[in-house]
């Protein structure tokens, strides 16, 4: 987010702290998740086929074919999860200039293309049964995103049946919610109920890299 205002980011985790307290929010330990087994690499690789290569210039395919006693060192953090492209494309005619066709930043959708080695860890990472009940402890039960199993038809098939019976249907579209939202804002939830603090240094990418990360 370009010019972004500056905010107190420590007033806003103690107002975030105050609402938590005021729902009867009872803080968690930290949780310790299992490392990743070779099994659940492998059963991920083969996803991976006829997906599109990364900034390291591996392909999914050619992760997909290599043996599988060679993928266990990828049990553990990619350093290259570090790095990533963007692109970005057009919104239709939202943010066009009028007088010349040039586009408004707000116009353009950002696409981020992450290594398929990191693809591959996260995606594991995500399957795996600790993550999963995680998962299913904090996410609200109508949301589908990230839980094992659960697609996109999972959540449209109730708003289908309601629309159906003659309910009204509301669609919320925050504007650049992603682009104002501070990612350390995010890892204190995250830290508070419970989500290991190693995969949170991970995700914030607070720590700098080292040869693994056990997470």
């Known amino acids: 987010m370009w010019r972004r205002d500056p905010f107190d980011l420590q007033a806003a985790i103690h107002r975030i702290d105050g609402e938590l307290d005021r729902l009867g929010f ?57 790095f990533a492209v963007q692109c970005h494309l057009p919104k239709a005619q939202k943010g066009v200039r009028q007088s010349d066709g040039g586009r408004d930043v707000c116009g353009l959708r950002p696409l981020t293309l992450f290594s398929a080695w990191y693809r591959l860890w996260s995606s594991t990472r995500l399957k795996s049964n600790d993550a999963q009940l995680w998962i299913n402890r904090w996410w609200h039960p109508t949301a589908v995103g990230g839980r094992r199993g659960q697609e996109m038809y999972h959540a449209l098939i109730p708003l289908i049946s309601a629309a159906t019976e003659g309910k009204y249907i509301v669609s919320l579209d925050y504007s650049l919610a992603f682009d104002y939202c501070d990612p350390q804002l995010a890892m204190h939830i995250f830290r508070k109920t419970g989500m290991p603090r190693n995969l949170c240094n991970v995700i914030s990418t607070v720590d700098p890299p080292k040869p693994y990360h056990d997470v």
């Open 26 to 82: 009872q803080e968690n330990t930290a949780m310790q998740w299992m490392p990743l087994t070779i099994d659940q690499i492998a059963q991920r690789t083969a996803r991976l086929k006829r997906k599109a290569g990364g900034p390291d210039q591996w392909s999914g395919e050619e992760i997909a074919s290599i043996p599988v006693e060679h993928l266990l060192p990828w049990g553990y953090y990619p350093l290259n999860g570090h």
